[in-house]
């Protein structure tokens, strides 16, 4: 029995809450097992031992993603295998197509996009044979990146930078996000 199951935590959301900090807070299940989790034990972990002990919940992926660590917030995520040619124009820079499925996902979570550099100093690209500066999709609100696309990982800020609240999330933003990494 893992230890979400001994608290007696159920699985969804309850109007009642179970977790009541969740009760303002409309995330799908895999979202709202973190943030739970991070709810009920408090500061008590850092946030390597919380990343453990969710690992052994042993959370099921969801609309393709698989939770990999909690670290300052932000909740990593393994993405289906992506083609690098259908991120990335030769220039480094996304694809429209790629830009398009974020633009509307942006629109539908209140969130602005953009597309900063993976680094500030250009690499070398196997797939592209040269080098380039390869960018990223960033999803952001008024005061800080909620969401990090990349075809290697897909990061989703959970609770605020300055007051360590959990943020309210549209509840099938993992739905809308699985646009971008088809399988």
């Given at each position: 029995m893992t230890a979400l199951n001994?608290?007696?935590?159920?699985?969804?959301?309850?109007?009642?809450?179970?977790?009541?900090?969740?009760?303002?807070l409309t995330a799908p299940k895999l979202l709202w097992r973190i943030v739970c989790l991070r709810t009920i034990v408090g500061d008590g972990l850092n946030d390597e031992e919380l990343t453990g002990l969710l690992r052994q919940e042993a959370l099921l992926p969801e609309d393709g993603f698989t939770f990999v660590s909690l670290s300052e917030g932000c909740a990593t995520f393994n993405v289906p295998p992506q083609e690098p040619a259908k991120w990335y124009r030769e220039n480094g820079l996304i694809t429209p197509e790629k830009e398009t499925i974020a633009e509307v996902v942006a629109e539908k979570c209140g969130?602005?996009?953009?597309?900063?550099?993976?680094?500030?100093?250009?690499?070398?690209?196997?797939?592209?044979?040269?080098?380039?500066?390869?960018?990223?999709?960033?999803?952001?609100?008024?005061?800080?990146?909620?969401?990090?696309?990349?075809?290697?990982?897909l990061k989703i800020r959970l609770f605020g930078f300055v007051d360590k609240?959990?943020?309210?999330?549209?509840?099938?933003?993992?739905?809308?996000?699985?646009?971008?990494?088809?399988?």
């Open positions: 001994k608290l007696q935590i159920p699985t969804t959301p309850s109007p009642d809450g179970a977790c009541k900090i969740m009760n303002t969130l602005s996009l953009y597309e900063p550099p993976d680094e500030s100093l250009p690499s070398q690209s196997p797939e592209f044979g040269s080098s380039r500066m390869f960018h990223h999709l960033a999803l952001t609100d008024d005061s800080e990146t909620i969401v990090v696309a990349h075809p290697h990982y609240r959990p943020l309210r999330l549209r509840r099938n933003i993992l739905e809308q996000l699985a646009a971008l990494y088809p399988e």
